[in-house]
Each structure stands twice: as structure tokens, then as C-alpha cells.
């Protein structure tokens, strides 16, 4: 299991830290494309700085970066991805196959990017982007260990067996990836039927697909306080509220591995303990279906929507 408690630490840096990537779109490209949307500055300090509606304390109001700091964040490329299979619907012989395959680059800031020309090229590079994972760990289970895990978690696949949250992807030649924590991760439903909608709100088992494995990890571990210690600096550091007196989240800091674990797995799928709220009251994973017409963007109001860009 130690290979999930290595997602868990890095899905959270993940959420952390990276979602708040660059993009570029050169004006050349933008006046020679009669189709390209009138995009506003992403990162305008000004228009930030009101994004979000300031705490009752507002000492512990979140402060942006600065638009140098913004723009000067690497773009991260992305590369093909390849569907991801349910190990009983798997074709033959398929992640071999996969491992032969050469990295392909779908966009980046240099000569890779799809075409921007009509309305419907915009919608197909969204999708990409949608689509477009973020968190890559190395696939070495096999197809029992998978099994093992589906059956543990509840992790959904589709009617064709493909997952709707997870990709392989190739990013070295003979390095077979699992790709997660894109947009479509949290925002896919399985209905039913095993259909899926892409935008709704998302039921992937979220919290137990991260969190499977932590105390056995952490009784595997050879420092075991280390282990501890660095698991519970990591729910401090996503989910602490210290001007709150006093924080409810202070416990998750005296937990052992196993009651973290625990926390995690008693929350139901379409909830989610993202960064800045907690396992103790996670929110709701919103739909994006119709969010053009939303003023704000959470149930809370604390986040202004205002264009597209903020």
C-alpha cells in the first residue's frame, strides 16, 4: 500500500499548490482568430484581491500572490492519456502495449497546442484541459491488487469499464503512469446505468481512493514517529482554521494514522475534505453544468464569479 499513502501526501500537495498554473494565449494567434473569446487578464491584482469575500476575521483572509509570481510558474504540459481500465475488462496484453508507446505532448508553451480556429476547436481544447491530469504516480500493481482495491474503496468505472476519473499516461517511453486529480476527476458521475456526465457533481469515493492504506503505512514505516508526524503536519497544513478558538481541526494533530484514516473513510462520495474546509465537515462536490449564469462559486458565497478568467 505504500505506493497510495505516496498519492495521498502528494494529492494533497497537489491541491495545495497547483492549481494555480498559467496559461498563455498570444495576441497574434488571438487577432489572426476570428473565433477566439474576448479573454480578460487572469491574474490582475487588483481584480483578485476582491475575488474573495474577506472572513469574519479577516487577519486570516487568504492573501494572492503577486501577478510576477503568477506568470513565472512553469506551464505545465499535457500529454496523451490513454483510458485506464477496470482489470476485468482490460484488453489483453493492453499496458504492455502501453509502455511501448512514445510521450506525446497535446500542449504546452512551445509548438505543441491544438488548433483555435472555430468555436468548436475552443470547446475541444477545454476539454482537453478538463481532461488533463495533474498527479502521476508509477503503475506496478497488478490486476488482483486492483481488484482488491476497487473492492475496498467502491472506486467506479463506466459501462465500458473505463474509469471517468483516471487516465494512464505515457510521459517516458517504457513508464506507465496513473494519472489523476483533474477537473474530471471531481466533476464526472457515474449514474446508474454506468453511464457518465461529464460537469456533474463528481461521486468518485475520493477520500477513500486517497486514504486506503495510511495506517498500514504508517505501521510499515521505519520511522514511524517521522511518518506520523509528517501525516499530521499534512491535515494541519490543509485544513487548520487556528482563528477559530477554539479549532475543531486541532484534533486531527493528536490523531494516530489509523483515526485519520478512519476520518477520511466515513465521508460519502460527492463530499469532499478539500484545502480549507475539513474531514470533520467536508463540502459538497459542486456541478459545473450551467455555471456561466453563478455569481458565485461555492454555496457559501466567498467566491466572487465574474468573467471567465476570475
Known amino acids: 500500500m505504500q505506493y497510495l499513502q505516496t498519492k495521498s501526501i502528494a494529492r494533497l500537495l497537489f491541491l495545495l499548490l497547483s492549481f494555480g498554473t498559467a496559461t498563455h494565449y498570444s495576441e497574434e494567434q488571438k487577432q489572426s482568430n476570428s473565433a477566439a473569446p474576448d ?30 509570481f503568477y506568470y513565472a510558474i512553469p506551464v505545465r504540459p499535457i500529454y496523451k492519456s490513454y483510458p485506464k481500465y477496470h482489470p476485468d475488462k482490460e484488453p489483453p496484453g493492453y499496458r504492455d502495449w502501453l509502455r511501448q508507446q512514445e510521450p506525446v505532448v497535446l500542449w504546452d508553451h512551445g509548438a505543441h497546442r491544438p488548433k483555435l480556429v472555430t468555436e468548436e476547436d475552443w470547446i475541444r481544447a477545454g476539454e482537453i484541459v478538463f481532461n488533463a491530469p495533474i498527479l502521476f504516480s508509477r503503475q506496478t500493481h497488478t490486476a488482483e491488487e486492483m481488484r ?43 449514474m446508474p446505468d454506468s453511464t457518465v456526465i461529464r460537469g456533474a457533481q463528481g461521486n468518485r469515493p475520493v477520500e477513500q481512493v486517497a486514504y486506503l492504506g495510511l495506517a498500514e503505512d504508517a505501521a510499515n514505516a521505519q520511522d514511524k514517529q517521522k511518518f506520523l ?19 475543531p481541526n486541532d484534533q486531527l494533530g493528536q490523531s494516530s494514522a489509523a483515526e485519520i484514516e478512519a476520518i477520511h473513510f466515513a465521508i460519502p462520495a460527492s463530499v469532499f475534505a478539500r484545502q480549507g474546509t475539513s474531514p470533520l465537515s ?13 455569481r458565485y462559486l461555492d454555496a457559501t458565497g466567498l467566491i466572487r464569479h465574474r468573467n471567465i478568467a476570475i
Do not use: M, N
Not at 483516471?166 to 506507465?176: H, N, Q, S, W
Open 39 to 68: 479573454i480578460p487578464k487572469t491574474w490582475d491584482a487588483a481584480a483578485v484581491g476582491t475575488l474573495e469575500v474577506p472572513l469574519a476575521e479577516s487577519s486570516a483572509s487568504p492573501i494572492p500572490v503577486s501577478p510576477d
Open 148 to 190: 482488491t482495491f476497487i473492492a475496498k474503496t467502491g472506486d467506479l468505472y463506466d459501462q465500458s469499464g473505463v474509469s471517468p476519473f483516471a487516465t494512464y499516461v505515457i510521459r517516458e517511453r517504457g513508464k506507465l503512469e496513473v494519472g489523476e486529480v483533474s477537473c474530471a476527476e471531481c466533476h464526472s458521475r457515474v
Open 229 to 247: 508526524a509528517e501525516i499530521r503536519r499534512g491535515q494541519l497544513g490543509a485544513f487548520a482554521a487556528p482563528w477559530l478558538r477554539p479549532d
Open 282 to 294: 467536508p463540502a459538497k462536490i459542486p456541478d459545473l453544468i450551467g455555471i456561466k449564469e453563478r
